[in-house]
């Protein structure tokens, strides 16, 4: 039982991981901004999700456990409020979104 | 297994640090705030299992707050900035 709880919780903290650096590499190497926010608002919260679950896995049922999902319930309370807000000011100031590649048009 | 965790997470916080960097637009700069903050939370919950400490996981929670308060008045302040100039754009001619 132990062996099958350290198992998940080193593949949920694996695949968190491969979530956080494909959206820190989708940051960088996307090339309009409202891309760039759909590439790290949807891997913030994916890998908060998972990293959270593996370390809620080793707690067990305990007070830690409880602390986590009051951080995961928060995170995904205010990540994608604060996306929205940002999406909405950048269109509001005029930040045209990159509507088609113009070789591609 | 902690420690790895920790280190792909730094991984992470170092590239948004280079689009904070290299973003053309301020909004760039504030999305990878934004996105550094969310990482830092992380770092600490799971920094917090590496040392065996499980009150980090209280700063962890205050950090998501305090990161999305941070965010939203940032952008309360780009919103009044644009609008002033709009204002003034309409009285002038």
């Given at each position: 039982m132990n062996l099958l709880i350290d198992s998940l919780?080193?593949?949920?903290?694996?695949l968190g991981c491969f979530l956080g650096l494909t959206g820190g590499i989708g940051?960088?190497?996307?090339?309009?901004?409202?891309?760039?926010?759909?590439?790290?608002?949807?891997?913030?919260?994916?890998?908060?999700?998972?990293?959270?679950?593996?370390?809620?896995?080793?707690?067990?049922?305990?007070?830690?456990t409880i602390k986590l999902g009051l951080v995961f319930f928060f995170l995904v309370l205010s990540s994608p409020t604060a996306s929205h807000a940002l999406a909405k000011t950048a269109l509001n100031s005029n930040q045209q979104p990159l509507l088609g590649r113009e070789d591609k048009r | 297994m902690y420690a790895a965790t920790c280190v792909a997470i730094l991984i992470v916080m170092a590239l948004a640090l280079l689009r904070?960097?290299?973003?053309?637009?301020?909004?760039?700069?504030?999305?990878?705030v934004n996105m550094f903050g969310t990482k830092t939370v992380l770092f600490i919950a799971v920094f917090g299992f590496l040392t065996e400490r499980p009150d980090f996981l209280d700063i962890a929670?205050?950090?998501?707050?305090?990161?999305?308060?941070?965010?939203?008045?940032?952008?309360r302040f780009f919103e009044r900035k644009h609008l002033a100039a709009k204002t003034e754009a309409e009285e002038s001619p």
């Open positions: 919780t080193m593949v949920c903290l694996a940051i960088y190497r996307l090339p309009d901004f409202f891309t760039r926010l759909h590439a790290s608002s949807v891997t913030d919260s994916a890998c908060a999700f998972l990293i959270l679950f593996g370390l809620a896995l080793q707690a067990g049922w305990s007070l830690v | 904070a960097i290299l973003g053309p637009t301020a909004f760039d700069r504030l999305l990878a929670l205050v950090y998501a707050l305090v990161n999305f308060l941070g965010t939203i008045a940032v952008l």
